[in-house]
């Protein structure tokens, strides 16, 4: 199915009249009942998060005469692995349900005081059916998506454990004795050697994992057609995007990588140049940050721009956000496309 359509399937307007919030932990999940039309009608209790407790909430929707669960819709706020059994046993039941960040329902709150699971998950619930018009219906990504995204957090978690060890390294032998220093060395230098070849065990999982799946074998060969997109940034968009499903418009997903520029105006005291938000998807932006750096050395196209916009008196910084945003929008053009990017600059030349 394209990826256009199942968007649209996901943004239907919903027409549910049981909404339930839910705040999940480790533990266990606060779940509350509201209703339309019902603003004193408000059941709230917490389960184990585990199948009892899944069965458990299911026998409670019961006792409080909640019988066809296609008028059910379940908003839960995001919180990691935590949430992935609940989602996969609320999926097998045929429930709807969405995946909020915490941080939109506090936004949408106004002035509130207290905090408690029990607060949380009343007003999850509240949350839900003041926005049920504008709520996306969530889907888990694949398994394959699922593994991709568990084996490129644990490479980096790697990366960052070997780092540590380089650092470390350095700054004993600028404090410590030779005896101490040597020591501790040897052994980091082991554990660098540990962590090297395990990143290199890593990277052939993923490519087990991509190659084994046509769909995802193909989006990644495009994306690496792209100038400036190179291994890591093709296997993050693809995870982000859910294999470009989550999202149909470059603009949407840069505006989520927070390299999209917005107005900051207000009146006439109010008025600076147009910026991009610190609310972004910061790994994303980092990748594209850097994917900016590699192509300025080796994207001749990219090269000359740069150059040309500085000369201008352009400032760099825009204009490396410029290359961010083509890079984007020529990633989703492929996927879209269905083949490999077209250099017409070197034609050009």
Not at 154 to 169: L, Q
């Amino acid at each position: 199915m394209p990826f256009n359509i199942i968007y649209k399937i996901q943004c239907k307007v919903m027409n549910y009249f049981y909404f339930i919030g839910i705040d999940i932990s480790k533990l266990w999940f606060d779940a509350a009942i509201r209703q339309p039309g019902k603003p004193r009608y408000i059941r709230h209790r917490q389960f184990e998060n585990s199948e009892k407790g899944f069965i458990a909430f299911l026998n409670w929707l019961k006792q409080n005469q909640i019988n066809d669960f296609s008028l059910v819709f379940v908003c839960m706020e995001h919180t990691g692995v935590y949430t992935v059994p609940l989602c996969n046993f609320l999926s097998e039941q045929t429930i709807t349900y969405t995946l909020i960040p915490g941080a939109e329902v506090t936004n949408s709150q106004g002035i509130t005081r207290g905090k408690s699971d029990k607060l949380d998950a009343k007003r999850i619930a509240a949350y839900a059916l003041k926005n049920r018009e504008e709520i996306r219906v969530h889907t888990l990504p694949s398994e394959q998506i699922r593994i991709l995204k568990t084996l490129l957090a644990y490479r980096e978690r790697i990366i960052k454990a070997r780092h540590g060890f380089m650092i470390s390294i350095k700054e004993i032998k600028a404090f410590e004795t030779d005896t101490v220093a040597n020591s501790i060395e040897e052994d980091s230098r082991q554990m660098i050697d540990n962590c090297s070849k395990q990143i290199k065990k890593i990277d052939k999982q993923i490519d087990s994992c991509i190659e084994t799946h046509p769909e995802l074998d193909k989006n990644f060969k495009l994306l690496l057609s792209v100038p400036g997109i190179g291994r890591q940034n093709a296997l993050y968009m693809i995870v982000f995007t859910k294999n470009f499903v989550s999202f149909n418009c470059p603009k949407k997903f840069a505006a989520y990588a927070g390299i999209a520029p917005f107005k900051n105006s207000s009146g006439k005291s109010l008025n600076s140049s147009s910026k991009v938000s610190q609310k972004a998807n910061k790994k994303m932006k980092a990748l594209l940050s850097s994917a900016v750096v590699c192509s300025l050395r080796s994207c001749t196209e990219y090269r000359l721009y740069y150059e040309r916009q500085l000369e201008k008196g352009k400032n760099q910084y825009s204009v490396k956000n410029v290359i961010r945003n083509k890079i984007v929008a020529r990633a989703f053009a492929v996927i879209r496309r269905n083949s490999k990017y077209v250099n017409t600059h070197a034609f050009a030349a």
